[in-house]
Structure formats: structure tokens, C-alpha cells
């Protein structure tokens, strides 16, 4: 038997893994995303009209798309003749009338309107997050509906790994049963190939990497359950994404609007990689949506440098932005373990927040920085 038979056997035979969650009380992350409404109509009359938005003090206007995310700060520019409807956080609707106007929500909006689902009660913190960071770390794919039904599978290797790394790759339904395995030598990425079993619409599935021939230093399987999106919703989704792609906006803000839209539809996959294309400029629009989105998955790391990156841009006059950002930082740490930077980053977010007179967030970030310094 080949030695990737050996690993796959025992993979199949043994793939339990333990289970790793922070333990720290912490409050749901859908309540600090920042959005406060979603987009759910853009009818044009004739003749067409259209909506656009611009995200922030300095940002240029972008075309806007049903499904997109709104919060306050945003300018909202009715055009023509167009019935423009905007959810908010709170469940009421909200028309739009001709011409430019603020977003109309106030409330922090909730999973079941903005489509943004973490896990309710905790923040996972993942091994590679560890002081030790002795476990290859999955990029791709994380939690949440999956678009692609066969993924590229990426991953981060040990951070005090030398030389080449040998890792058995695998992909698992429930229970833990292992579908497909291999082993592959000092690579980062494998595609799921075409002669393996496609994935099948709302099965839970995790993608599994560890470096060869153990299976216990990998990443809780149970915490990195994704699953494939329906195809009826795949097709909807496609004809919005073909729409956008053939627009006259600019690549970069076609990308950072089709990001938008999957992030809404729990696509974060796929939203990550729209981002993290090379080719898009450093905004702080993006980055501070990176660092949400690399939050949501379970990446605390990798949301840590995106919106240290974002501050660097100086965000001096977006102070909700600042505040959103200070607030990630917080989430980020207390998920790490960091209670010190976690309180002192909370807090920055509650000065910002008491400038802006929410008192609502106020209260929320005050009662989480009591919980982390009891």
C-alpha cells in the first residue's frame, strides 16, 4: 500500500477530531458588522433608472445591486425613474424617494435580514490562532454556503515549519466520513478534481488538512462545516453576477460589488476571493470588509492584519468607520485571548461610538469590556 493509502486508511478509520472552541462569554459578531439594511428591490421604470451609493467621506459613487449592504453613512442617489426598497435592521421597509438621501436604518441589523450568519454564541478561535501555531490553517473553503461544487482547497502551513511539509488533504461529510483523501508534498492548494463525488446541495462538508501522516493536528473538522449552495439559488445568484460583470462600472468596483452580494448571500468563499484580488486597490471600504469577512470565517489572524491595514489608511474623518474597525480589532483579540488588546481596542470603538451618540453600541461595547476585566 502507498504511503497515501496508509494516511487515507487511517484517516477513514480514526478522522475523529478534538473539538476547539474559545470559551470566552462573548456577545453574538452580528451585532457590530456595521450594516444596518439590506438592498431587497431595484425595480427601473422607463426610462431606466438606477441606484447608486457611496460608501464613506472621499469614496467615489458606485452602482448599487439588490442584496448589497447598507449602514448608516452611506449616500443613497435615487436616479430616474426606479422603486428603490431598503430592509432594515429593525424589519420595517423603507422606499427611497428620487435624489440623493442618507440610509434610512438606525438598528443594528440582524442574520435573518443582512444574510450575515457567524455563530451565534462564540468566536472560534482557530489553532493556527494559537501562540504556538503549530497546525496548518484552511483558508478555503471556510463555514458558510458554498458556490463552487468542486473547491480549491487552500491552506496556511505551520508558522515554525522548515523545509517541505508532506500534508494529507481530505474532504468529509457527517459524522466525519472521510469522501476523499491525498497527500500532496510542500504545496498550499489542491483542487477537489472532477473524478471525486460532486457536492450535494445543503450536506454539511469540511475540508480537513494535516501534516502527514497524523490526523490530530488539523483544525476541528465539526468547526469547518460548509455547505453547497441550492441550485435554484445558484442560477438567481449567477444572473445578478453576470449583470454586474457586464456593467460600464470599473473592474475594481464591479469586484467589490460582487463581493457585496455574496457576502449578503453567506458566500464568504467566494467574497474573499473577490477581495483579495491583487489587482484592486487599497481602499478602506474593502479592507474593513476583508477583516469582517476573515472574522466571520474564524481567521482572526488574518482579519487582524487587514484592518491594522485599513488604520494605516488614516480613517480620520470616517469615524464609524474607525469605530467598526476598532471594534473587529476587539473581537479579534478576545477571540485570541488577547483580554488586554481586546479591552483596550473596545474601548477606542466606545469613544468613537459616544462621538457618533449611538448609545445603544455604547452600552453593548461597556458591558463587554466589564465581562473581560472581571
Same mark, same amino acid.
Given at each position: 500500500?502507498?504511503?497515501?493509502?496508509?494516511?487515507?486508511?487511517?484517516?477513514?478509520?480514526?478522522?475523529?477530531?478534538?473539538?476547539?472552541?474559545?470559551?470566552?462569554?462573548?456577545?453574538?459578531?452580528?451585532?457590530?458588522?456595521?450594516?444596518?439594511?439590506?438592498?431587497?428591490?431595484?425595480?427601473?421604470?422607463?426610462?431606466?433608472?438606477?441606484?447608486?451609493?457611496?460608501?464613506?467621506?472621499?469614496?467615489?459613487?458606485?452602482?448599487?445591486?439588490?442584496?448589497?449592504?447598507?449602514r448608516r453613512g452611506h449616500l443613497?442617489?435615487?436616479?430616474?425613474?426606479?422603486?428603490?426598497?431598503?430592509?432594515?435592521?429593525?424589519?420595517?421597509?423603507?422606499?427611497?424617494?428620487?435624489?440623493?438621501?442618507?440610509?434610512?436604518?438606525?438598528?443594528?441589523?440582524?442574520?435573518?435580514?443582512?444574510?450575515?450568519?457567524?455563530?451565534?454564541?462564540?468566536?472560534?478561535?482557530?489553532?493556527?490562532?494559537?501562540?504556538?501555531?503549530?497546525?496548518?490553517?484552511?483558508?478555503?473553503?471556510?463555514?458558510?454556503?458554498?458556490?463552487?461544487?468542486?473547491?480549491?482547497?487552500?491552506?496556511?502551513?505551520?508558522?515554525?515549519?522548515?523545509?517541505?511539509?508532506?500534508?494529507?488533504?481530505?474532504?468529509?461529510?457527517?459524522?466525519?466520513?472521510?469522501?476523499?483523501?491525498?497527500?500532496?508534498?510542500?504545496?498550499?492548494?489542491?483542487?477537489?478534481?472532477?473524478?471525486?463525488?460532486?457536492?450535494?446541495?445543503?450536506?454539511?462538508?469540511?475540508?480537513?488538512?494535516?501534516?502527514?501522516?497524523?490526523?490530530?493536528?488539523?483544525?476541528?473538522?465539526?468547526?469547518?462545516?460548509?455547505?453547497?449552495?441550492?441550485?435554484?439559488?445558484?442560477?438567481?445568484?449567477?444572473?445578478?453576477?453576470?449583470?454586474?460583470?457586464?456593467?460600464?462600472?470599473p473592474k475594481t468596483e464591479r469586484?467589490?460589488?460582487?463581493?457585496?452580494?455574496?457576502?449578503?448571500?453567506?458566500?464568504?468563499?467566494?467574497?474573499?476571493?473577490?477581495?483579495?484580488?491583487?489587482? #484592486? *486597490?487599497?481602499?478602506?471600504?474593502?479592507?474593513?470588509? @476583508? /477583516?469582517?469577512? !476573515?472574522?466571520?470565517? $474564524? =481567521?482572526?489572524?488574518? +482579519?487582524?492584519?487587514?484592518?491594522?491595514?485599513?488604520?494605516?489608511?488614516?480613517?480620520?474623518?470616517? #469615524? *464609524?468607520?474607525?469605530?467598526?474597525?476598532?471594534?473587529? @480589532? /476587539?473581537?479579534? !483579540?478576545?477571540?485570541? $485571548? =488577547?483580554?488586554?488588546? +481586546?479591552?483596550?481596542?473596545?474601548?477606542?470603538?466606545?469613544?468613537?461610538?459616544?462621538?457618533?451618540?449611538?448609545?445603544?453600541?455604547?452600552?453593548?461595547?461597556?458591558?463587554?469590556?466589564?465581562?473581560?476585566?472581571?
Open positions: 500500500m502507498t504511503n497515501q493509502g496508509r494516511a487515507c486508511m487511517f484517516l477513514a478509520l480514526f478522522g475523529g477530531l478534538p473539538q476547539v472552541r474559545s470559551s470566552l462569554p462573548v456577545q453574538a459578531i452580528d451585532q457590530q458588522n456595521g450594516f444596518t439594511g439590506r438592498i431587497i428591490r431595484i425595480e427601473p421604470g422607463e426610462p431606466k433608472g438606477r441606484l447608486r451609493i457611496k460608501q464613506g467621506a472621499g469614496a467615489r459613487f458606485i452602482e448599487a445591486a439588490e442584496s448589497m449592504l447598507v443613497l442617489l435615487v436616479e430616474g425613474k426606479v422603486r428603490v426598497t431598503i430592509r432594515c435592521g429593525d424589519g420595517s421597509d423603507h422606499d427611497l424617494v428620487p435624489g440623493p438621501q442618507g440610509c434610512p436604518c438606525i438598528s443594528q441589523c440582524i442574520p435573518e435580514i443582512c444574510g450575515i450568519s457567524h455563530d451565534g454564541s462564540t468566536i472560534r478561535s482557530t489553532r493556527h490562532d494559537s501562540p504556538d501555531g503549530v497546525y496548518p490553517t484552511i483558508i478555503s473553503p471556510r463555514p458558510g454556503l458554498l458556490l463552487d461544487r468542486r473547491p480549491a482547497i487552500r491552506w496556511i502551513p505551520p508558522s515554525e515549519a522548515k523545509g517541505y511539509l508532506t500534508y494529507t488533504v481530505s474532504l468529509r461529510a457527517e459524522n466525519n466520513n472521510v469522501l476523499w483523501c491525498r497527500t500532496v508534498v510542500s504545496k498550499t492548494e489542491l483542487a477537489y478534481p472532477n473524478d471525486a463525488p460532486p457536492l450535494t446541495p445543503g450536506r454539511p462538508y469540511s475540508a480537513v488538512v494535516s501534516t502527514y501522516p497524523a490526523a490530530v493536528d488539523a483544525e476541528d473538522a465539526p468547526e469547518l462545516t460548509f455547505t453547497a449552495m441550492p441550485w435554484r439559488d445558484v442560477d438567481a445568484l449567477r444572473k445578478k453576477v453576470r449583470r454586474l460583470s457586464r456593467s460600464r462600472l469586484r467589490f460589488l460582487i463581493a457585496n452580494l455574496y457576502a449578503a448571500k453567506g458566500l464568504y468563499t467566494e467574497a474573499i476571493s473577490q477581495l483579495e484580488n491583487r489587482r #484592486l *486597490e487599497r481602499s478602506l471600504s474593502k479592507l474593513r470588509m @476583508l /477583516g469582517d469577512l !476573515y472574522l466571520a470565517v $474564524g =481567521l482572526n489572524r488574518e +482579519a487582524e492584519k487587514r484592518y491594522l491595514d485599513a488604520l494605516s489608511l488614516e480613517p480620520e474623518d470616517e #469615524l *464609524e468607520e474607525r469605530a467598526l474597525i476598532q471594534s473587529g @480589532l /476587539g473581537w479579534v !483579540y478576545e477571540g485570541l $485571548g =488577547l483580554c488586554e488588546q +481586546a479591552v483596550e481596542r473596545f474601548g477606542q470603538a466606545r469613544n468613537a461610538y459616544e462621538q457618533l451618540g449611538d448609545a445603544t453600541l455604547v452600552q453593548q461595547l461597556t458591558r463587554q469590556i466589564r465581562l473581560l476585566t472581571k
